[in-house]
């Protein structure tokens, strides 16, 4: 099953990790990444063009966990044009309009000890309804939110337990 990413994107598979992509049509701005394959989700990672405008940080250093609830402890969340833009018109939050396709975020799992990076955490909203989010982790089992095997979570929507708790939202209420 492919999920589309935006009505105009030409649609391709990906092999590796049993994660299916598609082309998002993301240009020189570095908003998004090239595809939404686990692979490609993690290429744009290793790029670290998030950490550069038109991206801006949540916050200016890491911050401790907001949420009882998180795995992810101390953090710190990068968002994309995309998402900014979409927050501004109100989108994303529970009962409202989803946000807009192509809304990413970068979370960055950090040590606690010395705010080096220990992995992260993504989020690409896809073409379609609230849930349509491609949901990707890499890092220390527990601080991707699950009991895993895998070096990578990767997974659109509940399927994976990320979907399950943030359920679209970048941020979860308290």
Known sequence: MTHRLAPWALLLSLPGCGAEGQDTGAGPTGSFPADS???????????????????IAESGAPREEESINS???RVQVFLNDVIQA???EGRG????EPHATGSMSVKVIVDEDDDSALGH?????LDGDFQEWVYWCEGPSSRCGAER???QTWGIGTDTTCGICHGGNVFNAQ
């Open 93 to 96: 939050n529970f009962g409202g």
């Open 71 to 73: 795995p992810h402890d």
């Open 86 to 88: 979409s927050a501004a």
């Open 37 to 55: 394959s686990a692979e490609g989700i993690a290429a744009f990672v290793q790029g670290e063009l998030w950490r550069q405008p038109p991206w």
């Open 121 to 125: 955490a993504v989020m690409l909203k």
């Open 149 to 151: 095997d895998e070096e």
